[in-house]
Each structure stands twice: as structure tokens, then as C-alpha cells.
T-cell receptor, first 115, second 114 residues
């Protein structure tokens, strides 16, 4: 299993500002995933962060709004840019099990509230 | 288009009884299914999974049943314990061996009462 540290755990932000969420893993991983869970909704994949290349974004998510960095095999950041109240969600970092299956390990999440 | 559905947002079960959480899916290409448990202020944790080549997988108190013809799976917890109180997410994948395309349901909040 992987231990994932994510911070901040929660934040309250003003409309129009940006927030960067950090994710640190205790082992080297090829891919890191960023998910969002809007209130009452399912977990939705935002993008896959690949080390050494640009992130791969899912339909409905764009790099300008959610820029991602992946400077090494144990760290990634997700920035929520120009925030609006609709961005109020839980943001989760995750990595895949090293066994090559579909199992994911998640960080504890960042609870974001935008006023 | 919600491809994985958990139609019961909440469930209350008495301690010691069986908890049954249900999940339906629409995409016939899904071939691997997982259940995750989430406590407040924590990330989801993997609970149990099942491949489409099986119809049952058991791990201690947790059993997952898959009915491919009905596109339905269920998680049975027996006996239920107060520590099982959490939100349970069903997830499905159509790319066996890759974790990047999990589709999650909206979750069922289970409360186990004394």
C-alpha cells in the first residue's frame, strides 16, 4: 500500500483566487490521479499526472483551470485557478496499487469552500 | 450520464445484522468492480473487488456479489459493526489492469446502530 499526504486538508477561499493542493507519496509511482467530489456527487477524475510529461485531462476539465505539476515520482500539485463557488468540492489525490490492478489509494482530501 | 448508480443514498442497520449495499451499472464493457469505504475527513480506502469472471468474492465479513446479466452488484457486510458506519462507494473499470479509468457511484451512507 501507499501512504499519501495531502495538504491543505481544508481551506476557505475567496472568489477569483487560486489554491494549490500538494500531494506527497511515500514511494515512487508512475501515475498520480486527481479526483474531485462535489457535494452529493460521485468521485470524478480530473486528470492523470505523469512524471516527465503533461497531465492528461478528462473531458470537462482543462489545464488553464486545473494546472498540474509533477516534478518527480513522489510529488504532484493541483491548482484550482480563478475559483468560483462551483469549485467548492473535496479534491483527492490518488495513486494506483503497485500490483498493476485497478485498486487506488487515496489521500485524505482537501475540502475546499469558495465564498 | 451516470454509468454507476447507487440508488440508496443512506442505509441504517442494527449492529449484528446484515448490511446490503447495492450498485447498478449500465456499461457492459465494465469488467472489474470495487468497493471503497470513506470516513469523514479521510480519503476512500479500498475494501473489496471482483472481476467479471466471478460472481462472488469474500473477505472476512465482506462479500461482494456480481450479477452480470442484471448489471448489478452488491456488498454484504455480516455481522455489521458500529465501525462500519461510513460512506461506501461502488466503482467500475473497463480497462482491466489499469487504475486510471475508474467510474464511481455517488455513495451510500451506512449507519450501524447499537
Amino acid at each position: 500500500s501507499a501512504v499519501i499526504s495531502q495538504k491543505p486538508s481544508r481551506d476557505i477561499c475567496q472568489r477569483g483566487t487560486s489554491l494549490t493542493i500538494q500531494c506527497q507519496v511515500d514511494s515512487q509511482v508512475t501515475m498520480m490521479f486527481w479526483y474531485r467530489q462535489q457535494p452529493g456527487q460521485s468521485l470524478t477524475l480530473i486528470a492523470t499526472a505523469n512524471q516527465g510529461s503533461e497531465a492528461t485531462y478528462e473531458s470537462g476539465f482543462v489545464i488553464d483551470k486545473f494546472p498540474i505539476s509533477r516534478p518527480n515520482l513522489t510529488f504532484s500539485t493541483l491548482t484550482v485557478s480563478n475559483m468560483s463557488p462551483e469549485d467548492s468540492s473535496i479534491y483527492l489525490c490518488s495513486v494506483a496499487d503497485s500490483g498493476g490492478n485497478e485498486k487506488l489509494f487515496f489521500g485524505s482530501g482537501t475540502q475546499l469552500s469558495v465564498l | 450520464d451516470q454509468q454507476v448508480k447507487q440508488n440508496s443514498p443512506s442505509l441504517s442497520v442494527q449492529e449484528g445484522r446484515i448490511s446490503i449495499l447495492n450498485c447498478d451499472y449500465t456499461n457492459s464493457m465494465f469488467d472489474y468492480f470495487l468497493w471503497y469505504k470513506k470516513y469523514p475527513a479521510e480519503g476512500p480506502t479500498f475494501l473489496i473487488s471482483i472481476s467479471s469472471i466471478k460472481d462472488k468474492n469474500e473477505d472476512g465479513r465482506f462479500t461482494v456479489f456480481l450479477n452480470k446479466s442484471a448489471k448489478h452488484l452488491s456488498l454484504h457486510i455480516v455481522p455489521s459493526q458500529p465501525g462500519d458506519s461510513a460512506v461506501y462507494f461502488c466503482a467500475a473499470s473497463g480497462n482491466t489492469g489499469t487504475a486510471s479509468k475508474l467510474t464511481f457511484g455517488t455513495g451510500t451512507r451506512l449507519q450501524v446502530t447499537l
